[in-house]
């Protein structure tokens, strides 16, 4: 499958999954912005079958119901979320399958940054929204700190290869916070060469690999709740 972002407002990103059976049938994630997502599927003459959402934010979720007035597509999203127009309820484990494109993904309940946020995972892609970013996590509003650290843990667990598409650009603002927690990294260093080149020519610094958040996420590398929440408090005034 061919991943495309579609930016949106400031720094969001609305992801465009291509199915290698038929480029033309669209799934997107976090569909903010319903114009955006119109004139993208309009250029690439492809049609939208279904939207998935990671969490209830409106910068995620606004663009949905344009959408699904014109495309009359389903919309996955967490079982537990307060927005209303989901109509396939998802829960940790669930399996979203799209057979006759031949994608499936994989439900992580990630609770945090929201109590309602879930990832998606598969074919070695992961989508998880504002709770793992480039070198840095979301903002907790409202999960607790061990929960949020046990998402985190979730996501550290699959596979060093996974590419993952966040939900926004703040790669860059990250890894200055990520430098001044780890400042003799080589790799956040290096990670901020990557990333100050591809902004500069006005691409995405996403996807990112998960090997590299590894070595470059402050956030991932916590190695307790405790931890974790000190760090995220410390980027909260950083
Ligand atoms: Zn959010």
Redesign the pocket.
């Given at each position: 499958m061919q991943i495309t972002a579609i930016p949106a407002f400031d720094d969001n990103y609305i992801w465009a999954i291509q199915p290698a059976a038929n480029p033309r049938q669209v799934i997107v994630v976090d569909p903010g912005c319903a114009d955006r997502c119109q004139q993208w599927l309009d250029d690439q003459h492809c049609e939208l079958v279904a939207i998935l959402l990671t969490?209830h934010?409106w910068?995620?979720s606004q663009g949905v119901a344009a959408l699904v007035e014109r495309w009359h597509c389903p919309v996955y999203g967490p079982a537990n979320s307060p927005f209303r127009e989901i109509n396939h309820a998802l829960q940790h484990h669930d399996r979203v399958s799209f057979a006759a494109l031949g994608i499936t993904l994989q439900v992580i309940a990630t609770p945090g940054?929201?109590l309602d946020h879930i990832s998606y995972y598969g074919h070695g892609a992961l989508f998880c929204?504002?709770t793992l970013f480039l070198a840095g996590c979301?903002r907790r509003?409202e999960g607790t700190v061990e929960q949020f650290y046990q998402s985190l843990q979730l996501l550290a667990a699959l596979p060093a290869a996974t590419q993952v598409y966040c939900?926004h650009e703040y790669s860059a603002a990250n890894l200055r916070f990520a430098a001044a927690v780890m400042p003799h990294s080589q790799a956040v260093i290096a990670a901020q060469q990557r990333v100050q080149q591809l902004r500069e020519q006005g691409l995405p610094s996403l996807p990112s690999r998960l090997a590299e958040e590894h070595a470059i996420n402050p956030f991932l590398r916590a190695t307790s709740a405790a931890e974790f929440g000190r760090l995220r408090e410390w980027k909260d005034r950083f």
């Open positions: 969490h934010h910068d995620h940054h929201t929204g504002d979301g509003f939900g």
